[in-house]
């Protein structure tokens, strides 16, 4: 793609403007770190758009704050003081989806995972969102917790403006076959295979 021009024009009967401004499915997947860091990224750069942009974490613990978090959240707040930027939303299954306030726990994690897919779908249907970040959701649906044919029929078939961003590793087929953009994280080398946990600034 070099300066930006595509190698190929689809005849597919839209303008350049309707096609570079088409929905997009986004997958982070492979064992590579970076997955979630990415999607956040693109999160701040919708904040910037004034998109509406929610993230939904569908793993990590509730006692782990991300940065990413605290960040986001505050730029919610300049939106809100401001008016600057767009909403940004932040939802943990584990600490219970903020929209029920119900505690998560070993037991009822794949309860909750359903929970969270269905709120997603209810807002995917309702075009609530410019931006939906589903972070490690590639996990309960390997795990069956969710649906994965609803996902892909949801994805697949959402109307509007609704850019959606999956990262998790081992990711399914059926999601890859229908993204636009895939990116597969490789891991060369991780401080953690030499001894070295986790640590601020770099983790979280």
Known sequence: MPQGTPERTPDDGLTTRQRRNRPLLIIHTGDGKG???????LALRGWNQGWSSAVFQFVKSAKWRIGEQTALEQLDQIHRDTGAGG????????????WSRKGGSAEDHAAAAAEGWQEIKRRIAAETHQLYVLDEFSYPINWGWVDLDDVVDTLTNRTGQQHVIITGRRM???LIEQADLVTEMTKIKHPFDNGQKGQ?????
């Open 35 to 41: 997955k979630s860091t990415a999607a956040f990224g």
């Open 87 to 98: 909403p940004m939303e932040w939802h943990k299954m584990g600490s219970g989806w903020s």
């Open 172 to 174: 399914p087929a059926a």
């Open 200 to 204: 601020r600034g770099i983790e979280w």
